[in-house]
């Protein structure tokens, strides 16, 4: 029979793992955090100690905005905290019990990655088709023409490079694009890296080699292109997009209709950031000109291709 030991407040004995995940032990887990809270996993570790993986369902507005259908769908977000049952040696288990606090910040810092890693599969999905935008072209621009020069001369020194940019990034930007693989320095001179000398790519005209060596960059690159090279406006538009495909994903439902409002309430809830109406509008008519999210009607849908590729790379729970 499991017990809780009240005198502390803070611990769980039971006596094996059935009750943690189907009996008075996971109720009182509950009682402790919350009744979205469930086991979401356990196994025994090599000392015979209990490893309990702990999971949170919260509930969520999925609702199609054309249909107003009001669905509320409950979404279970895995591994937010991990327990550990230690054996006693007298048929018990015992576990010491956070605070519910520490429970709740394992829950936000799971969602936190769950959302950047749909931002970063949102990101390998768009680029191709959104780095001509204006405001990601600028942010790009000096990499675009990195990689446009040195595929139409093969070779050019460094020093030449940094004279035609007329920026003091040049060499850190070169340096990035060589631990990636695209491009390599040799003896002061920087030519094509063999990411940039696959026969698939050489095969385009230069126009699209070009977009499509920028796409490759950004899927390999997105973090250390954010955090070295500062460049912010790579989270700017899978953000926006994700505040729509985040909702058509937990709904499984490409053809999920949702307003400007919903998207806005989806970005502010999911960035912790407030944002008006009217730029989120903005942002999603730039978006749909490039055909990774379609608007009609005020209405926004999404792209068939972009959501096949996000939903097989991006888990939401």
């Known amino acids: ?22 009996g008075r032990a996971e109720s009182q887990l509950k009682h402790r955090y919350g009744r979205g809270i469930y086991v979401n996993d356990i196994y025994e570790a090599s000392n015979e100690d209990l490893v309990i993986s702990l999971g949170n369902t919260v509930p969520k507005d999925v609702s199609d905005s054309l249909e107003q259908d009001r669905v509320l769908q409950f979404i279970n977000i895995r591994d937010i905290y991990t327990l550990r049952g ?16 520490e429970v709740h910040k394992g829950f936000v810092q799971r969602r936190r990655q769950i959302i950047d890693r ?9 680029y191709e088709h959104v780095f001509e935008l204006t405001p990601v072209e600028n942010q790009l621009n000096a990499i675009i023409q990195l990689v446009r020069w040195v595929h139409e001369e093969s070779s050019i020194p460094l020093t030449r490079l940094k004279d035609a940019q007329g920026s003091d990034n040049t060499e850190e930007y070169v340096h990035v694009l060589s631990d990636l693989g695209f491009l390599e320095l040799d003896d002061g001179d920087v030519v094509e890296g063999e990411k940039m000398q696959e026969t698939q790519l050489l095969e385009l005209d230069n126009e699209d080699y070009v977009k499509t060596v920028i796409g490759n960059i950004v899927k390999e690159g997105y973090n250390v292109l954010q955090d070295r090279l500062e460049l912010r406006m790579l989270r700017h538009y899978p953000k926006f997009c994700n505040a729509y495909y985040y909702d058509a994903l937990q709904r499984q439902d490409p ?25 989120v509008r903005d942002k999603l008519n730039e978006l749909a000109e490039t055909s990774v999210i379609r608007m009609q009607d005020g209405y926004v849908q999404s792209s068939p291709d972009v959501y096949q590729q996000v939903s097989q790379e991006a888990p939401v729970s």
Do not use: C
Not at 86 to 101: I, N, Q, S
């Open 1 to 22: 029979m499991s017990s809780t030991d009240w005198s502390t407040g803070s611990r769980l004995k039971f006596r094996n793992p059935e009750e943690i995940k189907y």
């Open 118 to 126: 749909l931002d970063w599969s949102m990101a390998k999905a768009i």
């Open 86 to 101: 230690e054996a006693t040696g007298e048929g018990v288990y015992v576990v010491d019990l956070p605070d519910r606090d």
């Open 255 to 279: 053809g999920l209709h949702l307003d400007v409002d919903a998207v806005t309430k989806n970005y502010n809830r999911q960035y912790d950031e407030d944002i008006d109406s009217f730029v």
